[in-house]
């Protein structure tokens, strides 16, 4: 599996951004597709996940609102609409995914790094 992350950058509060993550290996059905974010000196959270079958999403709290994950299924890739972005935001961004079934994420990309300035 072998995930790609792209369309990060520098982006104004309340501008908007929407990094990618190219996914390829392997068919995902049965799987679980997320981003996660860490920021300078903080541990890795996760953001926000949606199931490839369905589309099912969840959220952290911190982008619930203003976020939104997306999947598409032709392109094998994953979105992060980004809206009102705020300074607090700036991190680098990682696209992840594992089985339905497995407990952990297995399967990471590179990063992009999102930078929100006010």
């Known amino acids: 599996v072998q995930l790609q992350a792209s369309g990060g950058g520098l982006v104004q509060a309340g501008d908007s951004l929407r990094p990618s993550c190219a996914a390829s290996g392997r068919t995902f059905t049965n799987y679980i597709m997320a981003w996660f974010r860490q920021a300078p000196g903080k541990e890795r959270d996760f953001a926000a996940a949606?199931?490839?079958?369905?589309?099912?999403?969840s959220y952290a709290d911190f982008v619930k609102g203003r976020f939104t994950i997306s999947r598409d299924k032709a392109k094998n890739t994953v979105y992060l609409e980004m809206n009102s972005p705020k300074p607090e935001d700036t991190a680098v961004y990682y696209c992840?995914?594992?089985?339905?079934?497995?407990?952990?994420?297995?399967?990471w990309g590179q990063g992009t790094q999102v930078t929100v300035s006010s």
């Open positions: 992840a995914t594992k089985s339905s079934a497995a407990r952990n994420y297995n399967h």
């Open positions: 949606i199931t490839w079958n369905l589309g099912t999403t």
